[in-house]
C-alpha cells in the first residue's frame, strides 16, 4: 500500500505561510508563469483537515483553491486573488477498500503512483493520462485519457464513487459520498465528476473506481487488467523532405484512419497513435504508436496501420518495432520527459476534440504556420491522439465528458522560459489556433468535423469574444448538452459559488 508515511498521517495541517523558505515552492503551479500570494498554504494529510480549512476560509471570507498535482494549464489555483490554498499533495494513498469492492485514489496521488501501486499489488490499471506526474485530483474530474483509453474508455468510465468536502448555502461544511448507483440520492455529484472539471463543486478527498459490470471483490477482477507489453513504433518524418503534398497526405491518412476506426467496435482498438506535428525549427514529425502486445494479432495490426497511415508519401524510414514490457514503458516516460521537468518553464496549451480528420484548408493552415520562418521555438507542437475506440462505447449524457464521437484530441503547446516572451508566444498560440478554426470563429464548435474542446486542458480565451468570435458560448465546446445538468448540481452542492475560477461552472 502506498502511503503517507505514519509519521504524516494524523499530524496537524502544516501551515506555510510567506516568512517560510517553502512558500515559493507551494504558491506556484507546474507551470511557471501561475504563481499565487496566499496568506497561507495548507498542507492537510485527512478529510476532517481538508473540511476544518475549509470551514475556516469560508467562515473568515477568504477565497479558497485547491491543490493536486499542479498541473492546471490556466491560472484556476494560483492567482493573485487567491488567499488560501489547500494543498493535498500528501494525500496520495491507493488502496483496495473492500468495503466498497473498490480501489480508493486520493487526490494528491500522482498517475505513476497510481499505475505502479495497482499493477505491483494487483495487475489492475485505470485507463489515465500518460504523464506521470499530474494529480489524480483534477485529472479524474475532468474525465482523464491515455494510452489505455482506446481499449478501456476514459478513467471516469471507471469512477465509482467520489468523496467531496462541500459547503451549503449557509456556509456550513460537510463532507458527501457520492456513487453511480442508481438509488444514491447523491448521484449528481457523482455525475458532476465524470467530466464537470475540477474546481467547481467542492473538494474531492478521495475517489473510488470500479469498472462498470465488475464481478465479485476480488480485486484483481474488478478494474481492466494491465496489458503485458506494448509493441512500439516511431517514424521519424524530417521537415526537409515535408512538401505541403506529403504533408497534406500524412494528415488525411492520419484523420481518415481515425475517423474510420472511432467506434468501439473497431478492430484497431489495441493501436493508440499519436501524430507528434513539430514546428520546422524544431525536430522531424513523429509518429508515435502503441499497440497492446497482448493482442494475438498484435504486429499484423501495427503493421496494417502504419501501411495506412505512410501511404502515398514515398520513402520513409521505419524503425523495427520494439517489445516493452507495459509498466517499464510507463516509468520511462515519467523519467524521458526532461523538457516538461523543467520547473523554469512557462507554457500555453490549447485543446480541441475532432470528429473527423482535419479538412484540407485546416491543413493548410496547420503546413503554413509550422514552416514559418518568423518564430524559431522548436517546443512548438500540435499532438494528435487517437481518441475514441471504447471511450465511444458511453452515452453523451451518462457521464459529464459529452464528447462521445470523437476520433481525435489535439493539443497545442508552446514553452519558453522567459517572462519576457509571454506575450509572444501567447500570442503565436492565439494566431496559429485562430487561423485552423477561422471558418467557425476562430473555436472548434461542436459540427460534423470539431466537436468543442477538452476541460482538462481548459483554455480561458474560448470565453473572450476577442478570440471566440462564434456564436457557441464556452460552455457548449467543453460540456455541450451536459451543461444544464452541471448548473443543477453547482446549486445543490456548491450555492454559494466558494469553488470557482475562470471556466467554473455558473451558478444557475
Ligand atoms: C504535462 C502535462 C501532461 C498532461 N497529460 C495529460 C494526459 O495524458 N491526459 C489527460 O487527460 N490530461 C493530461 N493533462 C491535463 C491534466 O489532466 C489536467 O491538467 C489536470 O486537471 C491536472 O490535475 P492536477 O491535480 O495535477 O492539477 P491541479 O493544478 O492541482 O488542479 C487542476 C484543477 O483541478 C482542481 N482540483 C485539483 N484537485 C482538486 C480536488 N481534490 N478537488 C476539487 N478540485 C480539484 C484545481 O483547483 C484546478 O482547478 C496533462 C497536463 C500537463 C500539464
Redesign the pocket.
Known amino acids: 500500500m502506498n502511503g503517507v508515511p505514519a509519521e504524516v498521517a494524523g499530524r496537524e495541517p502544516v501551515v506555510v505561510t510567506a516568512a517560510d523558505a517553502r512558500y515559493g515552492e507551494l504558491v506556484r ?3 511557471a508563469r501561475y504563481v499565487g500570494s496566499p496568506e497561507a498554504v495548507y498542507l492537510v494529510n485527512s478529510t476532517t483537515q ?1 473540511a476544518e480549512v475549509v470551514q475556516a476560509a469560508v467562515t473568515r471570507g477568504k477565497r479558497l ?10 491560472d ?3 492567482n493573485p486573488d487567491v488567499q488560501v490554498v ?1 494543498d ?2 500528501e ?1 496520495n494513498r491507493v488502496y483496495f477498500d473492500a468495503a466498497r469492492g473498490a480501489f480508493a485514489v486520493e ?2 496521488a ?2 505513476i503512483d497510481v499505475y505502479e501501486l495497482l499493477d505491483t499489488a494487483w495487475g489492475v490499471a485505470i485507463p ?4 506521470y ?15 489505455l483509453s482506446r481499449m478501456h474508455g ?2 471516469v468510465d471507471h469512477l465509482h464513487a467520489v468523496e ?2 462541500v459547503v451549503d448555502a449557509a456556509g456550513a461544511v460537510r463532507t458527501v459520498v457520492a456513487s453511480r448507483e442508481h438509488d444514491d440520492p447523491h448521484r449528481d455529484l457523482w455525475w458532476a ?1 465524470t467530466g464537470g ?9 478521495r475517489y473510488w473506481f470500479r469498472s462498470p459490470g465488475a464481478v465479485g471483490q476480488d480485486p484483481r477482477s474488478v478494474l481492466p487488467r494491465r496489458p503485458t507489453d506494448m509493441l512500439l513504433s516511431t517514424v521519424s518524418l524530417p521537415w526537409p523532405e515535408m512538401t505541403r503534398q506529403r504533408f497534406g497526405r500524412l494528415l488525411e491518412n492520419f484523420g481518415a484512419f481515425h475517423e474510420k476506426h472511432k467506434d468501439p467496435d473497431s478492430p484497431y482498438l489495441a493501436v493508440t497513435g499519436g501524430l507528434v506535428l513539430t514546428h520546422r525549427s524544431g525536430g522531424p514529425i513523429r509518429l508515435d504508436t502503441q499497440v497492446d502486445g497482448g493482442h494475438p494479432e498484435a504486429d499484423r495490426l501495427l503493421e496494417a496501420y502504419l501501411a495506412e497511415i505512410l501511404e502515398g508519401l514515398g520513402p520513409v524510414v521505419r524503425p523495427r518495432a520494439r517489445r516493452v514490457p507495459w509498466l517499464a514503458l510507463v516509468r520511462q516516460h515519467a523519467r524521458a ?1 526532461s523538457a ?1 521537468n523543467d520547473p523554469t518553464l512557462r ?1 500555453d ?1 490549447k485543446s480541441a476534440l475532432m470528429r473527423a480528420g482535419p479538412p484540407d484548408h485546416q491543413i493548410n493552415t496547420f503546413y503554413r504556420h509550422l514552416t514559418r520562418v518568423d518564430i524559431d521555438n522548436p517546443t512548438i507542437t500540435v499532438s494528435l ?1 487517437g481518441f475514441g475506440g471504447r471511450i465511444n462505447a458511453v452515452r453523451p449524457e451518462a457521464t459529464a465528458f459529452a464528447h462521445r464521437d470523437c476520433s481525435l ?1 489535439l ?1 497545442w503547446t508552446v514553452l519558453w522560459h522567459d517572462p519576457a516572451d509571454d506575450g509572444r508566444y501567447v500570442d503565436w498560440n492565439r494566431e496559429f489556433y485562430g487561423a485552423v478554426y477561422a471558418e467557425t470563429g476562430g473555436v472548434p464548435v461542436p459540427n460534423s468535423v470539431t466537436d468543442g474542446c ?5 483554455d480561458a480565451d474560448v470565453a473572450d469574444p476577442r478570440f471566440n468570435r462564434s456564436v457557441t458560448p464556452w460552455h457548449e465546446l467543453y460540456y455541450k448538452d451536459n451543461y444544464p445538468g452541471l448548473r443543477a448540481a453547482k446549486a445543490r452542492w456548491d450555492p454559494r459559488n466558494v ?1 470557482r ?1 475562470r471556466l ?1 461552472v455558473q451558478l444557475p
Open positions: 503551479g507546474v507551470n481538508v483553491t485547491v491543490r493536486s498535482g499542479g498541473h492546471c494549464l490556466e484556476f489555483v494560483f489547500l493535498l499533495s494525500m487526490p494528491g500522482t498517475l489515465a493520462g500518460s504523464f506526474s499530474v494529480g489524480a485530483g483534477g485529472h479524474v474530474a475532468g474525465g482523464g485519457f491515455g494510452f476514459l478513467a467531496v468536502v465528476h472539471g475540477g474546481g467547481n463543486f467542492g473538494v474531492v478527498t520527459n516538461q507554457g496549451f491522439a484530441a493539443l477538452y476541460i482538462n486542458d481548459p469553488f475560477h467554473s
